[in-house]
């Protein structure tokens, strides 16, 4: 069974999945937040995902940030409409500015490096891939 994570947007969601093996994080797509349940019920019909992950913004000082209340109706609605998959928030204070660094790391021209949707689905991997390490140490 598949791993998937999020970064959570208002305007995309950057959406990350594991083999079925769970050994890799790849980047799967971006969605519109209105899109999103009807996307993962298409997704569910052909793939098995045992958990989701959602990065949980927060400030430097580990408060709620300003798009915490919206992460918080998303993690909402994944739990109503898919309550057999569990839900397990992740720091995700760096992933943004370590996504934009890991495209420009890779050579990609400045106009991909600022494609928004971009960041947001290696945001998602990056998110992914902390989780699986994380849970990897206990």
Same mark, same amino acid.
């Given at each position: 069974?598949?791993?998937?994570?999020?970064?959570?947007?208002?305007?995309?969601?950057?959406?990350?999945?594991?083999?079925?093996?769970?050994?890799?994080?790849?980047?799967?797509?971006?969605?519109?937040?209105?899109?999103?349940?009807?996307?993962?019920?298409?997704?569910?019909?052909?793939?098995?995902?045992?958990?989701?992950?959602?990065?949980?913004?927060?400030?430097?000082?580990?408060?709620?940030?300003?798009?915490?209340?919206?992460?918080?109706?998303?993690? $909402?609605?994944?739990?109503?409409?898919?309550?057999?998959?569990?839900?397990?928030?992740?720091?995700? $204070?760096?992933?943004?500015?370590?996504?934009?660094?890991?495209?420009?790391?890779?050579?990609?021209?400045?106009?991909?490096?600022?494609?928004?949707?971009?960041?947001?689905?290696?945001?998602?991997?990056?998110?992914?891939?902390?989780?699986?390490?994380?849970?990897?140490?206990?």
């Amino acid at each position: 069974m598949r791993i998937m994570a999020f970064d959570y947007g208002t305007k995309r969601i950057g959406i990350a999945v594991t083999d079925p093996l769970q050994i890799i994080a790849t980047a799967l797509t971006t969605i519109h937040p209105n899109e999103i349940i009807s996307f993962l019920k298409q997704y569910l019909t052909s793939e098995s995902v045992e958990k989701f992950i959602v990065g949980k913004p927060l400030r430097m000082d580990g408060s709620d940030s300003q798009s915490a209340p919206h992460v918080k109706g998303f993690i $909402r609605s994944l739990k109503k409409n898919f309550p057999e998959i569990p839900v397990v928030t992740i720091d995700e $204070r760096f992933t943004s500015k370590m996504a934009s660094s890991v495209i420009a790391q890779s050579g990609m021209g400045k106009g991909k490096r600022q494609e928004k949707s971009l960041v947001d689905k290696v945001s998602a991997v990056i998110i992914l891939q902390s989780y699986m390490e994380s849970s990897y140490l206990h």
